[in-house]
């Protein structure tokens, strides 16, 4: 069973960036042909997804936060990342690590979510 969990501070200033891990158990992030993913959901507003990093190391961005996203991985500890710089109150949201197969629809295992506020 694939497990995902998030993890890092669940307060950050303005303009500081919001770093995020998602450590993943009981599968290896290279492993054909899973993409590992970012999604976000502000308050009252629906899902949003941010970008993925493939088992090959690939990586896309949502073009509405390309240049402020970042998202890397360790394969040696199974984990992934997300950075976004230059937050704003807006960035406020439940911040989930999830895996795409390809093979599937959607999304086909998730983290529980973690809270970030942005706020001074």
């Known amino acids: 069973q694939v497990q995902l969990q998030e993890s890092g501070p669940g307060l950050v200033k303005p303009s500081q960036t919001l770093s995020l891990t998602c450590t993943v158990s009981?599968?290896?992030?290279?492993?054909?042909?899973?993409?590992w993913t970012w999604i976000r959901q502000p308050p009252g507003k629906g899902l949003e997804w941010i970008g993925h990093?493939?088992?090959?190391?690939?990586?896309d961005y949502s073009p509405s936060l390309e240049g402020r996203t970042s998202i890397s991985r360790d394969t040696s500890r199974n984990q992934f990342t997300l950075q976004l710089s230059s937050v704003t109150p807006e960035d406020t949201a439940v911040y989930y690590c999830?895996?795409?197969?390809?093979?599937?629809?959607?999304?086909?295992?998730w983290g529980r979510g973690t809270q970030v506020t942005v706020s001074s």
């Open positions: 990093i493939g088992y090959q190391g690939s990586i």
């Open positions: 999830a895996r795409h197969d390809p093979k599937r629809p959607g999304l086909d295992y």
């Open positions: 009981g599968g290896s992030i290279t492993a054909n042909y899973h993409y």
